[in-house]
């Protein structure tokens, strides 16, 4: 893969003529040092770009000029803790606030309190918001093996305080939805139905529903968002040409959803051809401005 070179205030590259700019909210750039062996081998099949992706994680300026030639305006860099199932620790907010640090004008980044093992959350969150000041907060209940609405009967009562100080700050909350082909995976809490409850109790909490609860329940995030002002949807692992297919009336709902790569993932092979696949549906220009970069200005903030 041939890259430009990389400079330590790259400018985004302007979008193509008659497209509107890019925001890429889902990208997995993460330490992978912490992965487990088992997840490591998941990651890694098939792949032949491993030592491209092993730079960008030690070196932020390259992935910024890596985004220039895919067309990304801004990027949000998704790391969560999952020690037991993937590998990741405490270590990874670490990872995303300096990733971030490096190029605040083009990368947001993601942070997690687990809701299971936390011993304090109210203080961890205080770390994230306040000292490392991370932009959004990522749940990964199928990873973190919980139900988004544990704190209800209290399987996982750190959920009422992370999204409690979550909705006072001001700072989104992204839940994965749908399945997750890691080893361990629980993929019955992936259903979306269960972020009804946070959404109600929340209610001026900005929560993004990652994958759209894809591929089982897609039909319940697009009820969702219609049902609740605060709840959005992150389009990244849906291939481009299957949106359409899984939610048929897109075009109604496109002021909720927002462009997502998932890349480097399984199976997510270009950022650059995601873009071009979304860009050719047939909706209107401004449904695909809202969902490549409005709508996340919205909800992450614009710099």
């Not at 004008?105 to 299971?116: A, I, K």
């Not at 306040?130 to 990964?140: E, G, Q």
């Not at 988004?148 to 959920?159: E, N, V």
């Not at 992150?234 to 997502?260: N, Q, V």
Request: hydrophobic residues 40%; contains cysteine.
């Amino acid at each position: 893969m041939r890259l430009p070179r990389a400079t330590k205030r790259a400018a985004a590259r302007p979008p193509r003529r008659g497209r509107p700019e890019v925001h890429d909210v889902h990208i997995h750039i993460q330490d992978w040092s912490e992965l487990l062996p088992a997840v490591r081998a998941v990651m890694i099949r098939g792949r032949g770009d491993l030592a491209v992706l092993e730079r960008f994680q030690k070196d932020p300026s390259a992935f910024v000029a890596f985004m220039d030639e895919q067309g990304v305006a801004r990027a949000g860099i998704v790391n969560y803790v999952s020690p037991d199932l993937m590998g990741f620790t405490e270590h990874a907010n670490e990872f995303a606030a300096r990733y971030r640090d490096a190029h605040p004008d083009r990368l947001f980044c993601y942070g997690s309190v687990h809701p299971r093992l936390a011993k304090d959350p109210r203080r961890q969150m205080e770390r994230l918001l306040r000292k490392l000041k991370v932009d959004a907060i990522k749940i990964h209940p199928q990873h973190q093996v919980v139900y988004p609405h544990g704190y209800i009967d209290g399987s996982a009562p750190a959920l009422r305080t992370i999204y409690a100080m979550a909705e006072d700050a001001g700072v989104p909350v992204t839940i994965h939805t749908g399945t997750s082909v890691f080893p361990g995976a629980r993929n019955r809490l992936g259903d979306p139905i269960f972020v009804d409850d946070v959404a109600i109790d929340f209610p001026d909490l900005k929560i993004v529903l990652a994958h759209g609860g894809r591929p089982l329940w897609t039909q319940t995030a697009f009820f969702l968002v219609r049902r609740h002002k605060n709840v959005f949807i992150d389009l990244s692992g849906i291939p481009p040409r299957s949106l359409l297919t899984a939610f048929p009336r897109l075009r109604e709902i496109a002021d909720k959803c927002m462009f997502g790569s998932d890349w480097p993932g399984p199976g997510v092979r270009s950022i650059a051809d995601n873009i071009d696949g979304v860009a050719r549906l047939p909706l209107p220009a401004r449904a695909l401005a809202d969902i490549f970069s409005g709508t996340a200005k919205r909800v992450f903030g614009a710099r």
